[in-house]
Protein backbone atom coordinates (compact mmCIF):
# COMPACT_ATOMS: atom_id res chain seq x y z
CA UNK A 1 0.00 0.00 0.00
CA UNK A 2 2.84 2.47 1.10
CA UNK A 3 5.01 1.55 -1.87
CA UNK A 4 1.40 2.36 -4.33
CA UNK A 5 1.01 5.46 -2.37
CA UNK A 6 5.09 6.35 -3.22
CA UNK A 7 4.92 5.41 -6.69
CA UNK A 8 1.40 7.60 -7.41
CA UNK A 9 3.25 11.08 -5.31
CA UNK A 10 5.97 10.42 -7.30
CA UNK A 11 4.04 10.55 -10.45
CA UNK A 12 2.51 13.87 -9.20
CA UNK A 13 5.69 15.36 -8.43
CA UNK A 14 7.48 15.15 -11.42
CA UNK A 15 4.23 15.50 -13.44
CA UNK A 16 3.63 18.78 -11.62
CA UNK A 17 7.66 19.64 -12.18
CA UNK A 18 7.34 18.94 -15.44
CA UNK A 19 4.56 21.32 -16.01
CA UNK A 20 6.06 23.84 -13.63
CA UNK A 21 9.01 23.74 -15.77
CA UNK A 22 6.59 23.74 -18.89
CA UNK A 23 5.34 26.94 -18.21
CA UNK A 24 8.13 28.45 -16.71
CA UNK A 25 10.11 27.95 -20.06
CA UNK A 26 7.01 29.42 -22.28
CA UNK A 27 7.30 32.62 -20.22
CA UNK A 28 11.09 32.94 -20.25
CA UNK A 29 10.20 32.53 -24.14
CA UNK A 30 7.38 35.07 -24.25
CA UNK A 31 9.79 37.18 -21.51
CA UNK A 32 12.65 37.09 -24.14
CA UNK A 33 10.49 37.93 -27.12
CA UNK A 34 8.80 40.89 -25.33
CA UNK A 35 12.23 42.18 -24.58
CA UNK A 36 13.61 41.90 -28.29
CA UNK A 37 10.59 43.89 -29.02
CA UNK A 38 12.18 46.94 -27.45
CA UNK A 39 13.96 49.01 -29.77
CA UNK A 40 16.89 50.05 -27.49
CA UNK A 41 17.36 46.28 -27.34
CA UNK A 42 17.09 45.98 -31.14
CA UNK A 43 19.80 48.62 -31.20
CA UNK A 44 21.97 46.86 -28.77
CA UNK A 45 22.08 44.28 -30.90
CA UNK A 46 22.36 45.47 -34.02
CA UNK A 47 25.35 47.23 -32.56
CA UNK A 48 26.66 44.13 -31.40
CA UNK A 49 26.65 43.27 -35.16
CA UNK A 50 27.67 46.05 -37.19
CA UNK A 51 30.86 46.12 -34.77
CA UNK A 52 31.41 42.81 -35.83
CA UNK A 53 31.48 43.30 -39.47
CA UNK A 54 33.03 46.58 -39.06
CA UNK A 55 35.87 44.32 -37.89
CA UNK A 56 35.68 41.88 -40.48
CA UNK A 57 35.25 44.69 -43.39
CA UNK A 58 38.40 46.22 -41.41
CA UNK A 59 35.95 49.82 -41.91
CA UNK A 60 33.36 51.73 -39.79
CA UNK A 61 29.71 50.36 -40.11
CA UNK A 62 27.42 51.49 -37.87
CA UNK A 63 23.26 52.16 -37.57
CA UNK A 64 22.22 54.62 -34.84
CA UNK A 65 19.01 53.02 -34.02
CA UNK A 66 16.88 49.80 -35.71
CA UNK A 67 13.00 49.13 -34.80
CA UNK A 68 12.12 46.04 -36.57
CA UNK A 69 9.03 44.07 -35.61
CA UNK A 70 9.30 40.36 -36.23
CA UNK A 71 8.64 39.17 -38.99
CA UNK A 72 7.36 41.65 -41.59
CA UNK A 73 8.98 45.85 -40.50
CA UNK A 74 12.11 47.06 -40.14
CA UNK A 75 13.36 50.55 -39.96
CA UNK A 76 16.75 51.74 -39.83
CA UNK A 77 18.37 55.26 -38.81
CA UNK A 78 21.33 56.86 -39.59
CA UNK A 79 22.91 53.48 -40.84
CA UNK A 80 26.98 54.26 -41.99
CA UNK A 81 28.98 52.33 -44.31
CA UNK A 82 32.55 54.25 -44.67
CA UNK A 83 35.40 52.78 -47.09
CA UNK A 84 38.75 51.61 -46.45
CA UNK A 85 39.68 55.09 -46.92
CA UNK A 86 37.54 56.63 -44.31
CA UNK A 87 35.20 58.03 -46.66
CA UNK A 88 31.57 57.67 -47.06
CA UNK A 89 30.20 54.65 -48.92
CA UNK A 90 26.94 54.99 -47.89
CA UNK A 91 24.57 56.94 -45.57
CA UNK A 92 21.26 56.50 -45.01
CA UNK A 93 19.17 58.64 -42.98
CA UNK A 94 16.02 56.23 -42.78
CA UNK A 95 15.34 53.00 -44.47
CA UNK A 96 12.22 51.35 -43.99
CA UNK A 97 10.82 47.84 -45.23
CA UNK A 98 7.65 46.33 -45.11
CA UNK A 99 7.93 42.66 -46.50
CA UNK A 100 5.23 39.94 -46.45
CA UNK A 101 4.84 38.20 -42.87
CA UNK A 102 6.47 35.04 -42.45
CA UNK A 103 8.80 35.19 -45.63
CA UNK A 104 10.90 32.54 -44.45
CA UNK A 105 8.48 29.61 -44.74
CA UNK A 106 7.56 30.96 -48.97
CA UNK A 107 9.72 30.90 -51.90
CA UNK A 108 8.13 34.11 -53.16
CA UNK A 109 8.22 36.95 -50.98
CA UNK A 110 6.32 40.51 -51.24
CA UNK A 111 8.25 43.68 -50.57
CA UNK A 112 4.90 45.64 -49.58
CA UNK A 113 7.09 48.45 -48.95
CA UNK A 114 10.80 50.57 -49.05
CA UNK A 115 11.82 53.61 -48.73
CA UNK A 116 14.71 55.35 -48.33
CA UNK A 117 15.18 58.29 -47.35
CA UNK A 118 18.53 61.18 -47.38
CA UNK A 119 20.88 58.55 -49.21
CA UNK A 120 24.48 59.21 -50.25
CA UNK A 121 25.89 56.38 -52.28
CA UNK A 122 29.68 57.90 -52.56
CA UNK A 123 31.85 55.64 -55.75
CA UNK A 124 35.43 56.43 -56.26
CA UNK A 125 38.60 54.91 -57.38
CA UNK A 126 42.33 56.55 -58.70
CA UNK A 127 43.20 53.46 -60.41
CA UNK A 128 41.37 50.44 -61.77
CA UNK A 129 39.84 49.75 -58.19
CA UNK A 130 36.81 51.13 -56.71
CA UNK A 131 35.83 52.17 -53.35
CA UNK A 132 33.50 48.96 -52.74
CA UNK A 133 35.39 46.24 -54.32
CA UNK A 134 36.48 45.25 -51.01
CA UNK A 135 32.70 44.85 -50.23
CA UNK A 136 31.83 43.10 -52.95
CA UNK A 137 35.18 40.68 -52.51
CA UNK A 138 33.36 40.53 -48.95
CA UNK A 139 30.07 39.43 -50.07
CA UNK A 140 30.76 37.05 -53.02
CA UNK A 141 30.03 33.72 -52.98
CA UNK A 142 33.95 31.69 -53.00
CA UNK A 143 31.77 28.92 -54.87
CA UNK A 144 31.40 29.89 -58.11
CA UNK A 145 29.00 26.82 -58.87
CA UNK A 146 26.52 27.67 -56.29
CA UNK A 147 23.27 28.00 -58.14
CA UNK A 148 20.59 27.74 -55.32
CA UNK A 149 17.86 29.42 -55.99
CA UNK A 150 17.27 32.14 -53.35
CA UNK A 151 14.27 33.93 -52.30
CA UNK A 152 12.31 35.83 -55.19
CA UNK A 153 10.98 39.31 -54.47
CA UNK A 154 7.97 41.15 -55.72
CA UNK A 155 8.34 44.60 -54.97
CA UNK A 156 4.79 46.67 -54.31
CA UNK A 157 5.99 50.23 -53.56
CA UNK A 158 8.59 52.00 -53.25
CA UNK A 159 9.32 55.93 -51.88
CA UNK A 160 12.80 57.76 -52.32
CA UNK A 161 13.41 61.42 -51.18
CA UNK A 162 16.69 63.21 -50.95
CA UNK A 163 18.98 60.38 -53.11
CA UNK A 164 22.62 61.61 -54.12
CA UNK A 165 24.43 59.31 -55.85
CA UNK A 166 27.93 60.16 -56.79
CA UNK A 167 30.88 58.56 -58.98
CA UNK A 168 34.38 59.95 -59.19
CA UNK A 169 36.30 58.41 -61.56
CA UNK A 170 39.90 59.86 -61.22
CA UNK A 171 41.01 57.08 -63.24
CA UNK A 172 39.08 57.60 -66.14
CA UNK A 173 38.39 61.34 -65.58
CA UNK A 174 35.28 61.40 -65.47
CA UNK A 175 32.58 62.55 -62.67
CA UNK A 176 29.03 61.60 -62.34
CA UNK A 177 26.66 63.04 -60.23
CA UNK A 178 22.97 62.83 -59.43
CA UNK A 179 20.62 63.85 -56.99
CA UNK A 180 16.55 63.11 -56.93
CA UNK A 181 14.17 64.73 -55.01
CA UNK A 182 11.40 62.21 -54.74
CA UNK A 183 10.31 59.82 -56.52
CA UNK A 184 7.38 56.92 -55.78
CA UNK A 185 6.65 53.74 -57.50
CA UNK A 186 3.54 51.79 -56.93
CA UNK A 187 4.00 48.22 -59.31
CA UNK A 188 1.59 45.68 -59.75
CA UNK A 189 4.68 43.66 -60.33
CA UNK A 190 8.13 44.22 -59.80
CA UNK A 191 10.59 40.94 -59.54
CA UNK A 192 13.98 40.62 -58.39
CA UNK A 193 14.48 37.13 -59.52
Known amino acids: MYSLLFIVSAFLFFK ?7 ITNI ?3 LTLWLVIQLPSVQTWLINKATAKLSKSLNTNVSIKHVDFSFFNKMILR ?19 VQITDWFFNKDKAELEYIGLNDVTVKLQRKDS ?32 SNIHFIK ?16 QMDADEFNFS
Open 27 to 29: LLL
Open 129 to 160: VWNVQFMVDYFSSPNKKDTAKGIEFNLKKAVL
Open 16 to 22: TLTLASG
Open 78 to 96: DALVEDRNKDTLLFAGSVK
Open 168 to 183: KDEWRGEDFDVRLASM
